[in-house]
């Protein structure tokens, strides 16, 4: 009997025991995960901001943070030179805003190609030459530049890394980390499968038009798919020298660009969801039959054999997407994964570019980005000027020259090519706009306004008909129908009165998430 009491007590003991160790043991691990969030809150003290990707944007972002003095920790999922036909033609306005930023060094030595305007072709070869209007910009050398976008993008990630607080790391990132309503850093991949965390007051997303990430920050509207097809064309001429070539063909224009010595860039638009396949040859007979007779002669040839070439048609979709504001404190979204417009003014590069130049601005007096928030709220509002205007002109300028069964857009199409053969301020300040030298709102409504006067105009001289004045009206109602959303979704006062915001001047505090 004694000896089952013993054993029963002995039992209950052990269990009490093994109950002392399981629970010091939890404790301890609980310590632990304690020690390593506060050591990574600690390191928020060697890094100001973490930028996720590292391309056009988070790279010149880094060259410009990291310049500032700033220890910054960019993380890019694949740190070869990229091989993609996006971004290949920085507007002039772009180039000036690579400048304000003292990164116009990076488009040295990757034979970027100087482009000082487009010629437009009607498509029985009628054209107009459409010059950069660059006469008071001559003292910083500005002209567009055209090149391979991987060379651009690797020389900047070059550049960065050579700072000494400029910390670049492969990885890719897979979550935003977020603690209180605010995001507090990011969890990363690296390619040998570690999975890492890293923390920073503030956290800039650059991931791209494909982002994972924009998501968790806000929640954009974008468009329905359109579709560019490119090809390289080899050993051939521009018809004009450094004049990029725009074809408004049917069903959708075609662009020429150099980017390099030895190469052009042939773009054709498919507007839609309907793409020809690549695979069954159904493109290359779209190609050769519908898109290549109606380019000019001199590029035609080239454009054939290119054709012919194996694997030298890609395909690339892209969207817009007007920007949104990002409530998240800690976070701020940049380049194509915060806002984007259709490629075909190539106006991409040029907003970004100007969106660090503002941000840089804002958080320059900025001690250190712990109290950020209120400063990120401005950037929404001062960028807008210049952003939204080239959003609309890309709307615009794909409206006009996409392909409708309208006959009205087909008349604005055509009044557009008259105004533009005006020459003097109407085109030179049409171009103007285009190429990103400056563009305001106002700037744009005087455009809009001018075009709209010469429409009616032609319409009604030498004598006004009821009939006339009809269809005038009716191409006013078109081009307003057209123009209004694309304005709307920027946002009226935000665009043209942006200093009626009070986010112009100061910004509200943000309420944490965990408060709304
Ligand atoms: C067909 C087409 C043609 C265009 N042509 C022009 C043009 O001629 N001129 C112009 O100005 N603009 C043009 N654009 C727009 C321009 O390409 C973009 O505006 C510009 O590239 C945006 O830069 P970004 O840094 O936001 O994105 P990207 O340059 O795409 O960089 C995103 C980076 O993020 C990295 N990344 C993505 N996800 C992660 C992750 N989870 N973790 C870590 N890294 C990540 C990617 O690897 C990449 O390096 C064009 C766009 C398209 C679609």
Do not use: W
Not at 296 to 312: C, F, H, K, T, V
Not at 435 to 441: D, M
């Amino acid at each position: 009997m004694e000896l089952v009491i013993l054993f029963i007590a002995s039992l209950f003991g052990l269990l009490l025991l093994y109950n002392m160790i399981r629970r010091k043991i939890m404790e301890i691990r609980n310590i632990t995960s304690n020690v390593v969030v506060m050591k990574d809150h600690k390191s928020y003290g060697n890094t100001d901001v973490i930028i996720v990707g590292a391309g056009v944007a988070g790279s010149a972002l880094a060259c410009t943070l990291g310049k500032d003095g700033r220890r910054v920790h960019v993380i890019e999922r694949d740190l070869t030179e990229p091989d993609r036909m996006v971004g290949e033609l920085l507007q002039p306005g772009g180039y000036l805003k690579l400048v304000e930023l003292g990164l116009e060094d990076c488009l040295e030595d990757i034979d970027a190609q100087r482009v000082g305007g487009h010629v437009l072709y009607k498509k029985n070869g009628e054209h107009i030459m459409l010059s950069y209007p660059l006469e008071k910009f001559q003292a910083v050398d500005a002209s567009g530049r055209c090149f391979h976008n991987g060379r651009f993008v690797q020389k900047m990630r070059e550049k960065a890394a050579t700072l000494p607080n400029v910390r670049l790391e492969k990885g890719t990132v897979t979550s935003l980390i977020e603690e209180k309503g605010s995001v507090k850093g990011v969890n990363y991949k690296t390619k040998d499968g570690r999975e890492l965390t890293a923390y920073a007051p503030l956290t800039i997303v650059c991931d791209g038009c494909f982002s994972n990430l924009r998501r968790s920050l806000c929640n954009p509207k974008m468009d329905i798919p359109s579709t560019y097809v490119g090809l390289i064309l080899k050993d051939c001429q521009l018809p004009y020298a450094n004049h990029g070539v725009l074809v408004m063909s049917d069903p959708s224009p075609v662009t020429f660009y150099p980017i390099s010595s030895t190469e052009i860039r042939c773009l054709v638009l498919i507007a839609g969801q309907k793409v020809p396949s690549i695979a069954n040859g159904e493109m290359v007979n779209y190609l050769k039959n519908v898109v290549a007779s109606q380019v000019p002669s001199e590029l035609r040839d080239a454009l054939i054999r290119a054709i012919g070439e194996e694997n030298n048609i890609r395909r690339m979709q892209f969207r817009s997407m007007a920007a949104n504001t990002c409530t998240i404190p800690g976070s701020l979204l940049i380049g194509d994964a915060f806002n984007m417009r259709h490629p075909l003014s190539a106006g991409g590069m040029t907003v970004a570019l100007s969106d660090i130049v503002v941000l840089r601005h804002l958080l320059k007096p900025l001690p250190n980005f712990t109290d950020a928030n209120a400063v990120l709220q401005r950037f929404y509002t001062l960028r807008k000027p210049v952003a939204s205007t080239i959003n609309i002109l890309a709307g615009v300028t794909y409206q006009v020259f996409s392909p409708s069964l309208d006959p009205s857009r087909k008349e604005i199409r055509e009044a557009f090519y008259g105004y533009l053969r005006l020459g003097g301020i109407f085109t030179n300040g049409a171009i103007g706009l285009l190429a990103g030298l400056n563009p305001t709102p106002l700037g744009f409504a005087f455009q809009f306004i001018a075009v709209a006067v010469y429409t009616f105009g032609r319409l009604l001289l030498p004598f006004p008909t009821p009939n006339a004045i009809l269809r005038g009206a009716r191409l006013l109602y078109v081009a307003i129908d057209m123009i209004f959303p694309i304005i709307k979704a920027e946002g009226i006062r935000q665009m043209f009165f942006p200093a009626s915001l009070p986010a112009y001047y100061s910004a509200p505090a943000l309420a944490h998430k965990s408060d709304q």
